[in-house]
């Protein structure tokens, strides 16, 4: 599986953007990039995927580079509540997913 | 619609025992695994299954079983728990193993082995 690479720790205030990034140098042409978080003692949640073109709900953005080896999740206006470990993820066609350590998102009022 | 349930959500084992964990999911979904996640840690592949009679080992299958006899449920059995087995236990499903299509998590079965 191709790998990404993310920072450990991000920190944000309370109702500002935050933009966090994931690069995946690696990545081949049929893989999909997914954002995954985990917020404390939960599973996993589903945030967005793409695969070539920028991607927006309601949830966040996912920005993806023109030649796709970089990619940033974009929560427009954080909350106390998306304070969480944020996981990239890239994805084949027909395969598993493959978490590695994330990013923990800490989140100050 | 429940999504993707997980029972129990903590169990506590003695060495030796033999337990099952359970997940069902009623969206109709032909992909389903299990996952570990210890402290500090990303989550692990044990097993996973593209369809009912259908499974395959992960990253870390050694010490589990599972069997997928219907398209909700896939149980993942500890055949003779060990202290090195204490983890927390995600199991997910999605509609296919296809990379376009995102995942849903159960909430999770905290075990401890002692």
């Known amino acids: 599986d191709a790998k990404t690479t993310q920072p450990n720790s991000m920190e944000s205030n309370e109702e500002e953007p935050v933009h966090l990034p994931c690069n995946h140098s690696?990545?081949?042409?049929?893989?999909?990039i997914h954002w995954y978080r985990q917020l404390p003692s939960q599973g996993p949640e589903y945030v967005i995927h793409?695969?070539?073109s920028n991607v927006n709900n309601r949830m966040a953005s996912l920005a993806i580079a023109e030649d796709r080896k970089s990619s940033t999740l974009i929560l427009h206006r954080a909350t106390l509540r998306d304070a969480a470990v944020y996981y990239c993820?890239?994805?084949?066609?027909?395969?598993?997913?493959?978490f590695g350590k994330g990013t923990m998102l800490l989140v100050s009022p | 619609n429940a999504g993707v349930t997980q029972t129990p959500k903590f169990q506590v084992l003695k060495t030796g025992q033999s337990m099952t964990l359970q997940c069902a999911q009623d969206?109709?979904?032909?992909?389903m695994s299990w996952y570990r996640q210890d402290p500090g840690m990303g989550l692990r592949l044990i097993h996973y299954?593209?369809?009912?009679?259908?499974?395959d080992q992960g990253e870390v299958p050694n010490g589990y079983n599972v069997s997928r006899s219907t398209t909700e449920d896939f149980p993942l059995r500890l055949l003779s728990a060990a202290p090195s087995q204490t983890s927390v236990y995600f199991c997910?499903?999605?509609?296919?193993?296809?990379?376009?299509?995102?995942?849903?998590f159960g909430q999770g079965t905290r075990l401890t082995v002692v």
């Open positions: 993820i890239l994805r084949a066609g027909y395969s598993t997913l493959t």
């Open positions: 690696t990545i081949s042409g049929t893989d999909y």
């Open positions: 793409g695969l070539t």
């Open positions: 969206m109709n979904h032909e992909y």
């Open positions: 997910a499903s999605s509609y296919s193993s296809y990379g376009g299509t995102e995942a849903f």
């Open positions: 299954s593209v369809g009912a009679g259908i499974t």
